[in-house]
């Protein structure tokens, strides 16, 4: 999702998740305004699609390949 203008905008959010957010950013080396972008057209395209996002259910696939049996044994 491209963005041609940025907007400001207030709200508030519960303390240790801005605090565990801000973290994050700061570990990987990015703005919080990155990882906000990120969350937001994460949840869009989740909504969007009522399912599963193609890049994850393939990681799911590989997964289920890889590790069938072990997945079987845990089952039982």
Same mark, same amino acid.
């Not at 998740?17 to 950013?25: C, E, G, N, Q, Y």
């Not at 972008?37 to 869009?44: R, Y």
């Given at each position: 999702?491209?963005?041609?203008?940025?907007?400001?905008?207030?709200?508030q959010v519960d303390?240790?998740?801005?605090?565990?957010?801000?973290?994050? /950013? +700061?570990?990987?080396?990015?703005?919080?305004? #990155?990882? %906000?972008?990120? #969350?937001?057209?994460?949840?869009?395209? +989740?909504?969007?699609?009522? +399912?599963?996002? /193609?890049? %994850?259910? #393939?990681?799911?696939? #590989?997964?289920?390949?890889?590790?069938?049996?072990?997945? +079987?044994?845990?089952?039982?």
């Open positions: 999702m491209t963005s041609h203008s940025r907007e400001k905008f207030a709200t303390s240790e998740i801005l605090s565990t957010v801000r973290d994050l /950013a +700061k570990s990987e080396g990015r703005q919080l305004q #990155a990882l %906000v972008d990120e #969350a937001f057209a994460d949840l869009i395209e +989740k909504r969007k699609h009522g +399912k599963p996002r /193609a890049s %994850v259910m #393939a990681v799911y696939q #590989a997964s289920h390949d890889t590790f069938a049996p072990l997945y +079987k044994k845990l089952a039982e």
